[in-house]
């Protein structure tokens, strides 16, 4: 079984910076997409930024020219740069990965989330 766990959340001044990681574990074969979205209190969980394997990324236009996300394969980790961070950003981080093992079988997992709280 795939698994995912983030870090690097915690409490940042507006205009502040965090940097989160994801790293998985287990034995798959390869790793498709990877991605990160955020959940505020009382709201749906939102796409922020996903990456592929080949390094293609995506935006929600709320984040784009503030947030960067990369990923290292070899270390099956996926990094998300947040500048200029703002109140709005505040919620539960979780990452998502979808890939295969090397039985074939498909995967599409998620960590554990990490808190983001933006205020002054």
């Known amino acids: 079984q795939v698994q995912l766990v983030e870090s690097g959340g915690g409490l940042v001044q507006p205009g502040g910076s965090l940097r989160l990681s994801c790293a998985a574990s287990?034995?798959?074969?390869?790793?498709?997409?990877m991605a990160w979205y955020r959940q505020a209190p009382g709201k749906q969980r939102d796409l922020v930024a996903t990456?592929?394997?080949?390094?293609?990324?995506n935006y929600a236009d709320s984040v784009k020219g503030r947030f960067t996300i990369s990923r290292d394969n070899a270390k099956k980790t996926v990094y998300l740069q947040m500048n200029s961070l703002k109140p709005d950003d505040t919620g539960v981080y979780y990452c998502?990965?979808?890939?295969?093992?090397?039985?074939?079988?498909?995967?599409?997992?998620w960590g554990q989330g990490t808190q983001v709280t933006v205020s002054s």
């Open positions: 990456i592929t394997s080949g390094g293609s990324t």
């Open positions: 998502n990965a979808d890939g295969t093992y090397y039985s074939g079988r498909r995967f599409d997992s």
């Open positions: 287990g034995r798959v074969r390869s790793i498709n997409a």
